[in-house]
């Protein structure tokens, strides 16, 4: 299994925006290109305004056909334009792809 944890720094005041919608279409979207949300987090310091989440995928092949299905998706880009339509939400997504480590499967 792939695990992609994907960090995000959240422009000011779009938090909340953000994070809705990740919760009312973005993790439904993603379910249907087979990628699966572990959790999401907010960084416990909110001077940060950082989210964070985890997804879940067979491997890294899976990985890239099914976010390159997603990215593609007119319902996603259709959801994009109309939730950026004042702007951007982030200044930038960092990620980092893990694995189990061999002791704990």
Request: glycine share 2%; hydrophobic share 40%.
């Amino acid at each position: 299994m792939l695990y992609e944890l994907r960090i995000y720094d959240v422009l000011p005041g779009r938090m909340q925006a953000m994070l809705d919608r990740f919760r009312d279409d973005t993790i439904k979207i993603f379910a249907k290109h087979g990628m699966k949300v572990t959790n999401f987090w907010v960084d416990a310091d909110p001077a940060k305004n950082r989210l964070y989440y985890v997804l879940e995928h067979p491997d890294a092949s899976a990985r890239e056909q099914n976010f390159q299905a997603f990215l593609e998706d007119q319902e996603w880009i259709d959801l994009r334009q109309r939730t950026e339509q004042s702007g951007p939400m982030y200044d930038k997504i960092e990620i980092i792809y893990m694995e189990n480590a061999p002791f704990f499967q």
